[in-house]
């Protein structure tokens, strides 16, 4: 959308996410410094998924209606990986399994920790889903 165009009564709004290694908001959730770079300060070893938080951010873009002025506003959520729940880690699993190599990189979960990441999402999905319950659609892809 031009932001020209955008109308008083008619916020635009996304949501992003990203993996983060600790708890910290301030903390970067991407790789700053280049690929990696987090990883280094961390060590070189990379924290198991059960110990990775869910990066959340809810943007808005909005007209003032007074002055024209557009306002954005950006609202950061953090939660440990496994506390998402079994909606959020339905939603994470089909994100994660469709992205590129790259792309899961800058999201901080590349290769094996996107695996790593989809096996706790399948598994608070299946813990949370009451036994006998059948679901209409699979919900998580078997692999």
């Given at each position: 959308m031009?932001?020209?165009?955008?109308?008083?009564?008619?916020p635009?709004?996304?949501?992003?996410w990203a993996?983060a290694?600790?708890?910290?908001?301030?903390?970067?959730s991407?790789?700053?410094g280049?690929?990696?770079?987090?990883?280094?300060?961390?060590?070189?070893?990379r924290?198991?998924?059960?110990?990775?938080?869910?990066?959340?951010?809810?943007?808005t873009?909005r007209?003032?209606?007074?002055t024209?002025?557009?306002?954005f506003?950006i609202?950061?959520?953090?939660?440990?990986?496994?506390?998402?729940?079994?909606?959020?880690?339905?939603?994470l699993?089909?994100s994660l399994s469709?992205m590129r190599?790259e792309?899961?990189?800058?999201?901080g979960?590349?290769g094996e920790a996107?695996?790593?990441?989809?096996?706790?999402?399948?598994?608070i999905?299946?813990s949370?889903?009451?036994?006998?319950?059948?679901v209409?659609?699979?919900?998580?892809?078997?692999r």
């Open positions: 031009c932001v020209p165009a955008l109308q008083t009564d008619k635009i709004w996304r949501n992003n993996s290694f600790t708890g910290d908001i301030c903390e970067p991407y790789n700053v280049g690929p990696g770079a987090q990883l280094a300060a961390l060590g070189g070893k924290p198991p998924a059960e110990d990775l938080w869910l990066k959340s951010e809810y943007q873009l007209r003032l209606p007074t024209g002025y557009i306002l506003t609202r950061t959520f953090l939660q440990p990986m496994p506390e998402i729940g079994a909606e959020a880690a339905k939603v699993h089909k469709g190599p792309l899961r990189e800058y999201k979960v590349p996107a695996e790593d990441l989809l096996r706790l999402c399948e598994h999905v299946a949370e889903t009451p036994a006998g319950v059948r209409k659609e699979p919900v998580l892809s078997s």
